[in-house]
Nanobody, 116 residues
């Protein structure tokens, strides 16, 4: 059974930091891309940051310079270090994993709330 377990969300004041973590288990095929998406109330889910198995990373323009994605391939874990958080970063953050067959898996989501 595939599981993506997320942790690290919470409430923080503007300018603060949070670190999200997501560990994947039960995926039979090699993992290609790991990443984070977010969905704010009334908005569509959007990509925040993704990292391929090669280490190549992509970021949404809105988080460049503030967020850093990293991964531990041996542990099938992806992290998102979020610094200088802004109220507009408030959303449910979802971990996403794509295997080499291009099958996608989603975590249950973790709430990040940034107060002004």
């Amino acid at each position: 059974q595939v599981q993506l377990v997320e942790s690290g969300g919470g409430l923080v004041q503007a300018g603060g930091s949070l670190r999200l973590a997501c560990t994947a288990s039960g995926i039979r095929f090699s993992i290609n891309v790991m990443g984070w998406y977010r969905q704010a109330p009334g908005k569509q889910r959007e990509s925040v940051a993704t990292m391929a198995s090669t280490g190549s990373a992509d970021y949404a323009d809105s988080v460049k310079g503030r967020f850093t994605i990293s991964r531990d391939n041996a542990r099938n874990t992806v992290y998102l270090q979020m610094n200088n958080l802004k109220p507009e970063d408030t959303a449910v953050y979802y971990c996403n994993v794509k295997d080499i067959r291009n099958w996608y898996y989603w975590g249950q989501g973790t709430q990040v709330t940034v107060s002004s």
